[in-house]
C-alpha cells in the first residue's frame, strides 16, 4: 500500500502541489455532508482543468486509490463523503460561466459554478435555468447534474435530464469523453448524458456541461388552497394536473406539518385546515389571469376551505409563509430526523399519505410529510429522538416498501448515496442491476469512482 508521502508527491507531480490538500485538519472538512455521516480522506485534489482532472483519476487509479468528486457537500445521502483514506477532487477551482447564448437558449459552465451563480448570469439575459433546489445559493451545478437535483419547478420545467444539452466528463479510466450536442434535436450515439446525470459520481467526473436556458416569465402568480384533509387536497392535485394550465409549482403540506406549524408559528389559517397546497401560475402577464381562473376552477372541490391569490409581492411571501416556517420548526421538533424523498404516481397520493399515517401508529413514530405534489414527489420526514432510532428506520423500511407497491420510486430527486443503497435492489430486479453493473465496469475498469455509492453490491 503506496505511503501518505508518496500519493502526495504523485498528486502534486501530477497537477501542482498548490492544488492538494493533505494535512488532516485541511481533508477534515471536505470529508462531510448534509447526511451528517463523515470520513478523514488522504489528500484533496483541487484541479483547475480538465487535463489536472484526468490526471487526478489517472494517479488514483495507479495507487487503487477511491476518488470521491465534491460540490459543495449539501447533498443529503452520503454520496459525496469519501472513503476513509480516499481522495477527493473538489470543484470548486473549475467555476467558470464559460457561455451565456440568448440566441442558442444555452449556456457552458464548469461543474464547480454555483446553481444560483448560473441564474444570475442567466437571468441577467432574461434567461434561468429550470433546477431549483432550495440549496441552489450554494450547491454547484456539477451536484445537481450528478444527483438530477431538482425542485419545484420541475413540475413545469423539467429536471436536470431534460435541461441539459451535453457534458464533458473523464471517466474512471481516464478517458475525456464529449456527450450530447449544442442543439435541442440530436439523435446521433447513445445518450450518454442521460447516463452521466444521476451517477453520483461512480461512473465519471463531469468537467463541463451545455445547458438548456428558458425565458423568464413575465410574471408569476402565487395562490394558496386549503382544505379539511390531505385525501381533499390530494384530489385537487389530481383535478389540477388533468387540465391544460401547468402551474409553475405545486406543493403541499399535510396535516401533520399543518399541525407541527400550528404550535410553532403564527400562521394565519382558517379554523380546520388539515392540508395545504401552495400554486404558482407563470407566463404572460395578459395570459395570466385566464391561467388563474382555470387552476382556481380546478382546486375547488370537496373539503376546499380557503381560496387565495397574493395581489402583490408581500402578499406571495405572507403566503409562502407557512410552507417557509416547516423546516425550522421540523428542527425544533425533533433531535433525530430520517429525511426520504420517495414519489408515486400523483393518483396514489391518497394511499401513501393513509399508508404514512397507519405506518407512524404502528412504529410510534412522528411522520411529517410536505413536498412536490404535482410530481408525486414528498419529502417524508420520520422523526424521533435517539432512543426511537431503531423503530424510525424499521418505518423508513416499510415507507420504502409501500411506495413500490404505489407503483413509485425510492427518491424523487435527493439520490441513492450511501444511505439508501441497501434498498435499491428492492425497485430494480436482479437482470437489469447486473447491466447497471457492466456499464459501471465500462466506465470505471478499477472502480474506483465514489465507491460504496449508488447501486448496492453486486452480491
Ligand atoms: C437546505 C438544503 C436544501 C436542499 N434542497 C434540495 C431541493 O430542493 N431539491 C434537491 O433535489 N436537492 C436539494 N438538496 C440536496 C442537495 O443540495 C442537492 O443534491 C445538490 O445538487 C448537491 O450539490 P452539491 O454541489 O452540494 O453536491 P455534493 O453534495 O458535493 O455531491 C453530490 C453528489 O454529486 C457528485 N458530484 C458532484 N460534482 C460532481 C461532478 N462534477 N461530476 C461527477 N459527480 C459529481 C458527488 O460525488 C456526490 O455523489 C438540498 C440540500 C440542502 C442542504
Not at 447564448?101 to 429550470?130: E, S
Not at 447516463?195 to 465519471?204: F, K, P, V, W
Request: charged share 20%; glycine share 10%.
Amino acid at each position: 500500500m503506496a505511503s501518505k508521502q508518496d500519493i502526495s508527491a504523485a498528486l502534486g507531480a501530477a497537477i501542482g502541489a498548490d492544488n492538494v490538500l493533505i494535512d488532516p485538519a485541511d481533508c477534515w472538512t471536505y470529508g462531510y455532508d448534509n447526511s451528517r455521516a463523515q470520513a478523514l480522506p488522504v489528500a484533496v485534489t483541487l484541479p483547475q482543468d480538465t487535463a489536472a482532472v484526468r490526471e487526478v483519476v489517472l494517479a488514483c487509479r495507479r495507487f487503487g486509490l477511491p476518488l470521491t468528486v465534491r460540490g459543495r457537500g449539501s447533498g443529503t445521502t452520503g454520496a459525496a463523503v469519501p472513503e476513509e483514506g480516499g481522495v477527493v477532487l473538489s470543484m470548486e477551482r473549475m467555476a467558470a460561466i464559460l457561455e451565456v447564448n440568448a440566441d442558442d437558449r444555452l449556456a457552458v459552465v464548469q461543474p464547480g459554478a454555483t446553481n444560483g451563480a448560473l441564474q444570475a448570469a442567466a437571468g441577467a439575459g432574461g434567461f434561468f435555468w429550470p433546477p431549483d433546489p432550495g440549496s441552489a445559493e450554494y450547491c454547484t451545478v456539477g451536484g445537481n447534474l450528478a444527483c438530477n437535483a431538482a425542485g419545484p419547478r420541475a413540475l413545469k420545467y423539467g429536471t436536470p435530464r431534460e435541461n441539459t444539452l451535453g457534458l464533458e466528463a473523464v471517466t474512471g479510466e481516464g478517458r475525456i469523453i464529449r456527450s450530447g450536442c449544442r442543439t435541442t434535436k440530436g439523435v446521433v450515439g447513445l445518450d450518454l448524458t442521460r447516463l452521466l446525470i444521476g451517477s453520483e459520481g461512480t461512473l465519471a467526473v463531469i468537467t463541463e456541461a451545455t445547458l438548456k436556458l428558458s425565458p423568464l416569465p413575465e410574471r408569476i402568480a402565487t395562490l394558496r388552497a386549503v382544505y379539511t384533509d390531505m385525501r381533499a387536497a390530494a384530489a385537487a392535485v389530481s383535478r389540477i394536473m388533468a387540465q391544460p394550465v401547468v402551474p409553475r409549482v405545486l406543493e403541499f403540506l399535510d396535516g401533520a406539518a399543518l399541525a407541527l406549524l400550528r404550535d410553532a408559528e403564527p400562521v394565519d389559517l382558517p379554523p380546520g385546515a388539515g392540508a395545504l397546497l401552495m400554486i404558482e401560475a407563470d407566463g404572460l402577464e395578459a395570459q395570466l389571469p385566464a391561467a388563474i381562473d382555470a387552476l382556481q376552477r380546478a382546486a375547488a372541490g370537496d373539503g376546499l376551505l380557503e381560496w387565495r391569490a397574493a395581489d402583490s409581492p408581500a402578499e406571495a411571501r405572507a403566503l409562502w409563509a407557512a410552507r417557509k416556517a416547516l423546516s425550522p420548526a421540523l428542527r425544533r421538533l425533533a433531535p433525530k430526523k430520517i429525511n426520504e424523498d420517495v414519489v408515486v404516481p400523483v393518483s396514489r397520493i391518497p394511499e401513501l399519505t393513509d399508508g404514512l399515517a397507519q405506518l407512524a401508529d404502528r412504529h410510534r413514530v412522528r411522520i411529517v410529510s410536505f413536498g412536490h405534489a404535482g410530481n408525486g414527489n414528498l419529502h417524508v420526514n420520520v422523526l424521533g429522538d435517539e432512543s426511537e432510532l431503531e423503530r424510525m428506520h424499521a418505518c423508513v423500511d416499510e415507507v420504502f416498501r409501500l411506495v413500490l407497491a404505489l407503483q413509485g420510486t425510492l427518491s424523487g430527486e435527493h439520490g441513492i448515496g450511501r444511505s439508501k443503497r441497501p434498498f435499491v435492489g428492492l425497485e430494480i430486479d436482479p437482470d437489469t442491476l447486473e447491466l447497471m453493473w457492466r456499464l459501471k465496469d465500462v466506465f470505471d475498469p478499477d472502480g474506483i469512482l465514489n465507491p460504496g455509492k449508488s447501486l448496492p453490491d453486486p452480491a
